[in-house]
């Protein structure tokens, strides 16, 4: 799919199924994808007191969780070009401790950052979903701070044989009906379907992260490696 076209589709998708957003994802990952956003976080080890950049942040839930460990003397951003799904991670706001957070509409592909801003920058679930994985990455790297570190937490490619059909079974064919009984979103949980199966694999997505300027580039396989934490740093030079 062309950029432009892949932008478009992304943007109806999500701008479309935002209010069953995060109860489908419980659904879909039985749970998991909060599992795996802890893990990721404690790779990250988000000190108190810095500033964090939370990359398609959809929903808000990395980004309230980036807010609780910074504190109040800290402070995190929630980046996404979906009014929608921003408009529920606002309403969340209530449960919130601190006011250390904003909400920004923009586009990860250029984001309106200055360089060398932010200590931390994350990306949960949205990589898969832009039109250029390597451009998003280079702008990661362009807003961390030398020394900073990046975290991404996404679908990946299972290897284990017969599990691995398994899992594209489940995704191909199950998923799509659970979006269509609970969400009446059949067509676009069949994308997010694809976005998945055609998204690199856990080395291949390493390979982008040194691409793109990180170094320490690191991999941890999620359940089965149906998910993946890539972790990367900016150079201080």
């Known amino acids: 799919m062309q950029p432009d076209a892949k ?3 992304v943007h109806h998708v999500f701008q479309s199924i935002y209010k069953k957003y995060d109860f489908m994802n419980s659904l879909i990952s039985f749970n998991q994808h909060k599992l795996w956003r802890r893990k990721a976080m404690a790779l990250l080890d988000p000190q108190p007191g810095r500033e964090a950049l939370d990359v398609c942040c959809g929903t808000g839930d990395w980004t309230y969780g980036l ?3 910074l504190g109040q003397d800290g402070c995190v951003i929630g980046l ?18 601190f006011d250390n957070y904003q909400f920004v509409h923009g586009d990860a592909m250029n984001m309106p950052f200055a360089d060398n801003r932010f200590d931390y920058v994350t990306v ?5 979903n832009v039109p250029d994985y390597l451009q998003v990455l280079k702008e990661m790297h362009r807003v961390l701070k030398p020394g900073g570190r990046v975290i991404c937490l996404e679908t990946s490619q299972p290897s284990i044989p017969v599990y691995k059909q398994l899992y594209f079974f489940y995704f191909k064919y199950l998923m799509p009906l659970l979006g269509k ?12 379907q694809e ?14 992260f040194q691409q793109a300027g990180f170094f320490s580039v690191t991999y941890d396989s999620l359940t089965g490696g149906i998910a993946a934490i890539h972790t990367g740093q900016k150079s201080v030079e």
């Open 181 to 192: 009984v609970f969400a009446n979103s059949y067509k676009e949980y069949v994308w997010l």
């Open 67 to 69: 807010s609780q460990t």
């Open 80 to 97: 996404d070009f979906s009014d929608n799904m921003l408009k529920v991670a606002k309403q969340k706001s209530e449960h919130s401790s």
């Open 124 to 128: 949960g679930f949205g990589l898969r």
């Open 195 to 208: 976005s998945t199966r055609h998204f690199p694999n856990k080395q291949v997505l390493a390979d982008l």
């Open 7 to 9: 932008k478009e589709k």
